[in-house]
């Protein structure tokens, strides 16, 4: 059983595969303040609760945009698990055609979703992550990628709006009944669902045109499942993919030995 971690500037996901099966998938607060300690202990307490035995876990692979936190989260793995975590970065085979121009700038984040959708769906794809940013990242029919879109997240535009405004609340993540409005409330519910979703909606009509033709689209990240129903466009959501890929990455680096 694998034990894959996507850590995010503002959500740690975790969970256990096991073969092609998500045997439980969990989100954790990134805590920059916690030792290693502190987040054994989560680690020591979603097994239990989730009825895993540690000696289960046979491997573990690591996604991380938050450098500060990257060594606690490994000495908190080896704690639990006596096992050194695979961590997505240099000297870790992939397989991706990045042509960016910087290719060692791309998030490893956006790296694994990439290999994660290739893995499942034909090319052209486009993959969006909805997370602390809403990253698009496009790949060609070769199954090369080719650049991405970076925006601020839903809830991360809202923050700095409340931060920012002297009389704007703070709201509940939801979809308001209307478009329009009637109250500061709702109009501020209409802004982040319905101007995301158009956002989205709008974006991947000009990836498409730059591309020149449909493309397969799959989302994932926190924010997504709020976001996507209200999009016109057909997407896929796959709120798992991050730790799928981070098992394709941890079998090719594994079997490949």
């Given at each position: 059983m694998l034990f894959a971690i996507d850590m995010g500037n503002t959500t740690i996901t975790l969970g256990c595969l096991h073969q092609d099966d998500l045997v439980f998938m969990e989100r954790l607060s990134t805590n920059t303040a916690k030792s290693e300690l502190e987040y054994a202990i989560d680690f020591k307490n979603l097994f239990e609760l989730h009825g895993i035995s540690v000696s289960e876990i046979k491997g573990c692979a690591l996604s991380s945009v938050v450098p500060q936190l990257t060594d606690t989260i490994c000495q908190a793995v080896k704690?639990?698990?006596?096992?050194?975590?695979?961590?997505v970065g240099p000297g870790v085979k992939t397989g991706l055609h990045?042509?960016?121009?910087?290719?060692?700038?791309?998030g490893s984040d956006l790296v694994v979703d990439a290999v994660a959708a290739l893995k499942e769906y034909k090319p052209p794809l486009t993959v969006i992550d909805m997370g602390t940013a809403t990253t698009f990242?496009?790949?060609?029919?070769?199954?090369?990628?080719?650049?991405?879109?970076?925006?601020?997240?839903?809830?991360?535009?809202l923050d700095s709006l409340i931060t920012r405004t002297a009389q704007l609340p703070r709201i509940a993540f939801e979809a308001p009944r209307s478009v329009?409005?009637?109250?500061?409330?709702?109009?501020?519910?209409?802004?982040?669902?319905?101007?995301?979703?158009?956002?989205?909606d709008g974006l991947l009509e000009?990836?498409?045109?730059?591309i020149g033709r449909p493309m397969t689209v799959i989302a994932t990240g926190g924010c997504a499942e709020a976001i996507l129903p209200h999009c016109k466009k057909k997407i896929i959501y796959d709120p798992a993919l991050l730790l799928k890929g981070l098992r394709v990455l941890f079998l090719k680096n594994t079997e490949e030995k």
């Amino acid at each position: 059983m694998l034990f894959a971690i996507d850590m995010g500037n503002t959500t740690i996901t975790l969970g256990c595969l096991h073969q092609d099966d998500l045997v439980f998938m969990e989100r954790l607060s990134t805590n920059t303040a916690k030792s290693e300690l502190e987040y054994a202990i989560d680690f020591k307490n979603l097994f239990e609760l989730h009825g895993i035995s540690v000696s289960e876990i046979k491997g573990c692979a690591l996604s991380s945009v938050v450098p500060q936190l990257t060594d606690t989260i490994c000495q908190a793995v080896k704690k639990v698990t006596g096992l050194a975590a695979m961590v997505v970065g240099p000297g870790v085979k992939t397989g991706l055609h990045i042509t960016t121009d910087n290719p060692a700038q791309l998030g490893s984040d956006l790296v694994v979703d990439a290999v994660a959708a290739l893995k499942e769906y034909k090319p052209p794809l486009t993959v969006i992550d909805m997370g602390t940013a809403t990253t698009f990242s496009v790949i060609d029919a070769k199954g090369r990628y080719i650049g991405s879109v970076i925006l601020p997240g839903p809830k991360t535009a809202l923050d700095s709006l409340i931060t920012r405004t002297a009389q704007l609340p703070r709201i509940a993540f939801e979809a308001p009944r209307s478009v329009i409005g009637s109250n500061s409330i709702d109009s501020m519910k209409s802004g982040l669902i319905f101007g995301n979703a158009a956002c989205i909606d709008g974006l991947l009509e000009r990836v498409e045109e730059q591309i020149g033709r449909p493309m397969t689209v799959i989302a994932t990240g926190g924010c997504a499942e709020a976001i996507l129903p209200h999009c016109k466009k057909k997407i896929i959501y796959d709120p798992a993919l991050l730790l799928k890929g981070l098992r394709v990455l941890f079998l090719k680096n594994t079997e490949e030995k």
